[in-house]
């Protein structure tokens, strides 16, 4: 079967997202039905950690699904995000405050992120396929991509300090459903998340880009023998990789008001067991899989204490992988190519 | 010698050793992200066995490196059905499990950690060192490390000629566990404490590091690769963070002009002495 038709339909398409939306609310309305109020609230919490899990989670799906690449660099492009923008608004470098002063400087911090992936490609792909003909086949990329993780995350620990930054949430506002107590941020921040994902699986599914990318993904070769031009069209993976990772981190940013220069390992590790857990190179199964860690990782804290949720969500992976490889949704072709 | 130095000396020793373990995976072209995880486990068996049992150091080290061992043998199994990503992530997810169990285990002290009440001097390390390098030496030259060799350049040609890949494999992965448990024994009696947040994620990314910029090529490279990234740090160490920045820029460096690591099969052969004879017995017509 194509290799990407899986990031947009399987054989199963239609039952995918049924069981994807089956699994959470099962496991919702499980938690709901066994706790009180106390469960609801963190019902609703991990959803909105699961919805940020979830964009990073397609982003890693995404490169490995198309390149067959780990890409390492994607918590520093999360945690990019997070401090340029903090920087911007709390270092004095913007010149007015408030609420447009945190708008501008999520948007640098975003184009910073794009910027900084399309800086990774240059040195790891297009550079390797000028070198060996081939960058997929190689561990290479990945040794680079660690490489990139430290460039980038000391690069912002030197001028900004390696300490944990708080600061007031921007964006504060409540609004009441249900007797429940929800921000709108919140909200806004799991729309954002599957607006994004939904225009990407439309971007692969329906325009000439996405039609290339999933030519590359079956076999970079025969793509070029058939007229895409390659080393074009990787970078488009490299672009969607950085705007996914700095919405991700810009929504973390607003809502926890709480950034550092390793923001982005505990939630990259989380997204790389959420894109296992839903299956490699599937974009229901890394929203699945989303989901499912952030509920997870809430649920555990409440039930089992802080110190529980890596034991949960691994423990729950390992399993995953040597049971049923491909995962939730996977598809059983990707990621077998050697490393 | 002074403290710094032997302290420096002790670290080399350790990584050293740690490094073969993810070397002899490597060999057989798996790549193990999972380092931590089985250098935490020689640490705390070693912590626990000394507290408990109070037996010599001569017991608790190859004992601590037989359960290591052990376990790089059980976890192989089901981590070898699976390959390329999926296996990278099943070691990854095998670190996380072990680093997570022992935060949250009464019995190893939780995230409190463990204190070790013997101690190792420097002069053990540095002769475990020696022997797991002569050891790695020894192993590459035999049969097995023919057949993990041939694996990483052409599983299924070596397959054909008869290797018994999942056996190699299986094989190399319980030698890798025993070297890195090995390790996590010396860490534990040098440094007199173990603490589960040590061996984190970045550890396992270390100490892979260490090899693949080294070379999996040959037995050189881990050897290579641990002194140069133990002994650069030190003299960037009055530059504080940039020498991580330093590092980052390394390792995109020479991925790119060099990515089969420091070391290499061809440098080995221009550089050994009998290089020398072969070209005068060349020349001289034999």
């Not at chain 1, 049924?18 to 019902?43: E, H, K, N, S, Y």
């Not at chain 1, 004095?92 to 910073?112: C, D, K, P, Q, R």
């Not at chain 1, 003909?133 to 620990?157: M, Q, R, Y």
């Not at chain 2, 060099?258 to 099969?265: D, H, K, L, W, Y």
Request: charged share 10%; net charge positive.
């Amino acid at each position: 079967m194509n290799a990407v038709a899986g990031l947009t339909k399987s054989r199963f398409a239609p039952s995918g997202p049924l069981i994807a939306v089956a699994a959470v609310v099962a496991l919702i309305g499980l938690a709901i039905a066994t706790g009180g109020p106390v469960i609801v609230r963190q019902v609703v919490s991990g959803l909105l950690l699961g919805a940020i899990y979830m964009t990073v989670a397609v982003a890693f799906t995404l490169t490995i699904g198309v390149l067959n690449f780990l890409n390492f660099t994607i918590p520093s492009l999360f945690m990019l995000t997070g401090m340029v923008a903090w920087a911007s608004v709390s270092r004095g470098y913007l010149t007015f405050a408030g609420t447009w002063a945190w708008l501008v400087g999520l948007f640098i911090g975003v184009s910073v992120a794009v910027a900084a992936s399309l800086l990774v490609e240059r040195f790891t792909f297009r550079y390797l396929k000028m070198r060996h003909g081939d960058a997929t086949e190689h561990a290479i990329p990945l040794v680079s991509s660690l490489g990139f993780l430290l460039i980038f995350e000391n690069l912002i620990l030197i001028p900004l300090g390696s300490e944990s930054q708080r600061f007031a949430i921007p964006f504060k506002a409540d609004i009441q459903i249900a007797g429940l107590v929800i921000g709108v941020a919140q909200l806004a921040s799991c729309a954002l998340a599957v607006a994004v994902v939904a225009a990407l699986s439309f971007i692969l599914k329906r325009t000439k880009i996405g039609r290339a990318l999933r030519t590359i993904a079956e076999n970079p070769d025969t793509a070029s023998l058939l007229g895409v031009e390659v080393s074009r069209v990787v970078p488009v993976v490299f672009i969607l990789t950085g705007l996914l990772s700095g919405v991700a981190g810009a929504l973390f940013t607003v809502n926890y008001g709480d950034v550092s220069p390793f923001m982005g390992d505990n939630v990259g590790t989380k997204a790389i067991a959420a894109m296992v857990l839903g299956g490699i190179g599937s974009i229901w199964g890394a929203i699945a899989g989303g989901l499912v860690v952030g509920l997870a990782e809430t649920l555990s804290i409440q039930y089992f204490g802080g110190d529980s949720v890596a034991m949960t969500v691994w423990g729950l992976v390992l399993v995953i992988i040597i049971l049923r490889p491909k995962g939730l949704f996977g598809i059983a072709s990707i990621g077998k190519g050697k490393m | 010698m002074s403290g710094y130095l032997s302290g420096t000396l002790a670290i080399l020793c350790i990584n050293l050793i740690f490094a073969y373990g993810i070397f002899i995976t490597a060999v057989a072209g798996q790549i193990n992200l999972g380092g931590a995880g089985f250098q935490a486990i020689g640490a705390y068996a070693t912590a626990w066995l000394a507290s408990q049992s109070g037996a010599p150091m001569w017991v608790i080290i190859p004992a601590a490196t037989l359960i290591s061992a052990l376990v790089g043998f059980l976890i192989s199994l089901p981590v070898l059905r699976t390959r390329g990503v999926y296996m990278v992530l099943a070691t990854f997810a095998f670190g996380e499990v072990v680093a997570g169990f022992l935060l949250r285990s009464e019995i190893f002290g939780g995230a409190i950690g463990m204190v070790v009440p013997q101690h190792a001097e420097l002069w053990v390390l540095i002769a475990s060192a020696v022997m797991t390098t002569l050891a790695a030496f020894y192993l590459m030259a035999t049969r097995l490390g023919l057949a993990m060799r041939s694996l990483n350049d052409d599983e299924d040609a070596a397959t054909v000629l008869g290797v018994n890949a999942r056996a190699v494999q299986v094989a190399a992965f319980t030698i890798g566990g025993a070297f890195a448990g090995l390790s996590g024994a010396l860490y534990a009696l040098n440094f007199g404490f173990v603490e589960a947040q040590y061996f984190n994620a970045l550890l396992s990314i270390y100490v892979l590091l260490f090899v693949l910029i080294g070379g999996a090529q040959t037995a050189w490279g881990p050897l290579a690769g641990s002194l140069f990234f133990t002994i650069l740090p030190e003299l960037f160490r009055v530059g504080g963070s940039w020498r991580y920045f330093v590092f980052g820029v390394l390792i995109v460096l020479m991925m790119m002009v060099r990515p089969e690591g420091i070391v290499t099969r061809d440098l080995v052969r221009r550089l050994s002495p009998f290089a020398w004879w072969r070209r005068a017995g060349v020349a001289h017509g034999r």
